[in-house]
């Protein structure tokens, strides 16, 4: 198994930046890859961005694309999303996640990761 926690969220003016964190234990944290998926209210589950394990393979969906960035920090077992220009549109729950069986096409597709943490809320005040 693998236990995710996240941190990071907050509430933040448009125009700003926040760092998302989610520190990873249970499995060689290099053997997974990770991603990061948010849910806004009455809206559905949807990717953010993905890393593969070694941290060579990145992964952005076109809304986030430019303004966020996904890394892994493999001394600290972490995950960071980087977020820049934020937006309001941005405001959602920001979930990490664990894909056992490594990213390809389908790394944007919720159902293929295996461990989930618990969220963190990211708000975007106009």
């Known amino acids: 198994q693998v236990q995710l926690v996240e941190s990071g969220g907050g509430l933040v003016q448009a125009g700003g930046s926040l760092r998302l964190s989610c520190a990873a234990s249970?499995?060689?944290?290099?053997?997974?890859?990770m991603g990061w998926f948010r849910q806004a209210p009455g809206k559905e589950r949807e990717s953010v961005a993905a890393?593969?394990?070694?941290?060579?393979?990145?992964y952005y969906a076109d809304s986030v694309k430019g303004r966020f960035t996904i890394s892994r920090d493999y001394a600290k077992n972490t995950v960071y999303l980087q977020m820049n220009s934020l937006k309001p549109e941005d405001t959602a729950v920001y979930y990490c996640?664990?894909?056992?069986?490594?990213?390809?096409?389908?790394?944007?597709?919720?159902?293929?990761?295996?461990?989930w943490g618990q969220g963190t809320q990211v708000t975007v005040s106009s």
């Open positions: 249970g499995r060689t944290f290099s053997s997974y890859a």
């Open positions: 890393v593969d394990w070694s941290g060579a393979r990145l």
């Open positions: 996640a664990v894909d056992l069986d490594g990213l390809g096409p389908r790394w944007y597709i919720a159902t293929e990761f295996d461990y």
